[in-house]
């Protein structure tokens, strides 16, 4: 009977006697192959005499059959060959009867993958051969990864947020012209400067957190509130002479509109009032809506247009040549563009796109097909910060006017789905020298440069929709060239997309 006393070992049956004692060796196989993922024999030199194959393991690791024959450590990767004699130790006659620990290795399979297994040890006899039985541990591996991606991915961009911080206070508080962040609603000061401070004297000392018409003169509150209404809608307003509350001081007040976290906010800028330049333009855009031509093309309700305007994601609508007609508001958000800036009018590829292929292929496919599903592009804001993001669009030919429909997601928060090939690229530097000691150098640099060329052939074939004229453009080849390339990889099809139709 198993004693209770050592919570370390592991707690087995009561009787094993009675229940096993006529176990014969086929159904014993049965039981091995349906309690592990991979069993090996192992006899007392170290040498695998046979494999098992759980269910879920036989397909995909077939060629592990083939370490019949072959030294156990030698299956392994350099850095785990120790762990592997350990193990074989800790299964000799003369370690006694002390439960050996389990432990993990990972073998070198072909084409570099790495296949991690976590090892049991059972004695088979008093030769020295063991049973190993072994649990695949790539899904915990993936899992375990895409943690560090993630932890990763957000310690980049709090560094990146830390930075933009601490280039915009700098810049806020060197500056000499007084300025204050509002809220766009309240009016309530969230931030002022140094400059400020010095301009408002004592008014200025606990202006933050009240609202600017507290250090104003009452005189001055009607002119103020119209003149910030004018820049909430407009993204500007007009020059405005005020006085402070706490002194006959005149000043100068400015004030543009921008927007953060979908909150509209009014950056203000008082300056005394001689010897002021009339840097601020008067003058007031209409914010901007999705109101098409013709309206809604005979279809929309106001109550849709509403849910438009206000979608988390960009929406576009363009005619056929790929110029804007109207856009809702998160596409201004997406671009970081200043509340008063329009975008009527302008090409979609100014944003759009790593290169202009990209808007081609778009429009070929949605004049050739009508829609167009989760193509992927990037965006460039107004600054010029390039975003990854997935584009759905829609041709509408009929109506008053033609027109085209995208729909755009911003993906950059987005973990990226592993579903990399078999034959896998390293992703590093330290991933691709962990090749060595496994393949031949020649073979390591051969196979790379094969793979990254097949895996960018692909890569441009898939963003133009298997159209071999863009994908050639893209990736700067002839198409004579990309033919021959197609070939030598196995991947020319039946033809793709009309290899004689321009994208155009």
């Excluded at 993990?104 to 072909?110: D, I, N």
């Excluded at 991606?149 to 000499?176: C, G, I, N, P, W």
């Excluded at 003058?283 to 988390?312: I, M, R, Y």
Aim: with cysteine.
């Amino acid at each position: 009977m198993q004693t209770h006393g050592n919570a370390a070992h592991p707690q087995r049956f009561e009787a094993p006697e009675r229940h096993f004692a006529g176990l014969n060796a086929d159904l014993l196989a049965r039981i091995v192959a349906a309690a592990s993922d991979v069993a090996l024999v192992v006899d007392g030199q170290g040498v695998i005499r046979d494999v098992s194959l759980g269910a879920s393991a036989a397909a995909e690791l077939a060629e592990l059959r083939q370490w019949i024959g072959r030294r156990w450590a030698e299956t392994v990767t350099i850095e785990n060959r120790a762990k592997v004699q350990s193990m074989l130790s800790a299964g000799a006659p003369s370690a006694g009867h002390a439960v050996p620990p389990e432990r993990q290795v990972t073998h070198a399979l072909s084409g570099g993958v790495d296949l991690p297994i976590s090892y049991s040890i059972v004695p088979l006899d008093g030769q020295g051969a063991v049973l190993a039985l072994g649990r695949d541990l790539r899904e915990v591996a993936t899992v375990q990864q895409r943690l560090v991606d993630a932890q990763q991915s957000m310690e980049r961009d709090y560094l990146r947020l830390r930075h933009t911080e601490a280039r915009y206070r700098l810049l806020f508080e060197a500056v000499d012209e007084a300025v204050l962040v509002l809220d766009a609603s309240s009016l309530v000061v969230f931030e002022q400067n140094a400059a400020a401070s010095r301009l408002l004297g004592d008014a200025g000392k606990r202006v933050v957190g009240r609202s600017l018409l507290d250090v104003l003169a009452v005189a001055s509150h009607a002119e103020v509130q119209a003149g910030l209404a004018q820049a909430r809608a407009g993204g500007r307003c007009d020059e405005l002479s005020i006085r402070l509350a706490s002194s006959a001081t005149e000043l100068l007040l400015s004030a543009s509109a921008f927007r953060q976290d979908s909150t509209t906010l009014l950056l203000v800028r008082l300056a005394p009032l001689a010897g002021v330049s009339q840097g601020a333009t008067s003058g007031s855009s209409s914010s901007l809506s999705l109101s098409g031509p013709n309206g809604a093309h005979g279809v929309a309700t106001p109550s849709l247009l509403d849910v438009v305007n206000t979608l988390p994601d960009a929406f576009v609508l363009t005619d056929m040549q790929g110029r804007i007609l109207a856009a809702n508001q998160a596409f201004s958000d997406m671009l970081q563009l200043p509340p008063g800036e329009l975008v009527q009018g302008q090409p979609l590829d100014r944003w759009l796109g790593r290169t202009s292929v990209d808007m081609n292929v778009l429009i070929g496919n949605l004049r050739q097909h009508g829609v167009l599903r989760l193509f992927p592009t990037t965006m460039r804001s107004g600054l010029g910060e390039l975003s990854p993001v997935e584009i759905s669009a829609v041709a509408v030919p009929d109506g008053s006017q033609a027109c085209l429909g995208f729909a755009i997601r911003d993906v950059a928060r987005r973990l990226p789905a592993e579903t990399r090939p078999a034959r896998q690229l390293p992703r590093s530097v330290d991933q691709l020298t962990g090749l060595v000691g496994r393949i031949p150098l020649k073979d390591i640099v051969g196979e790379t440069t094969d793979l990254i060329e097949r895996l960018c052939i692909e890569a441009a074939l898939e963003l133009t929709r298997d159209h071999r004229a863009s994908a050639a453009e893209m990736l700067g080849l002839s198409r004579q060239s990309l033919y021959v390339k197609l070939r030598r990889y196995g991947i020319l099809g039946d033809g793709g997309a009309d290899e004689s139709a321009s994208p155009h």
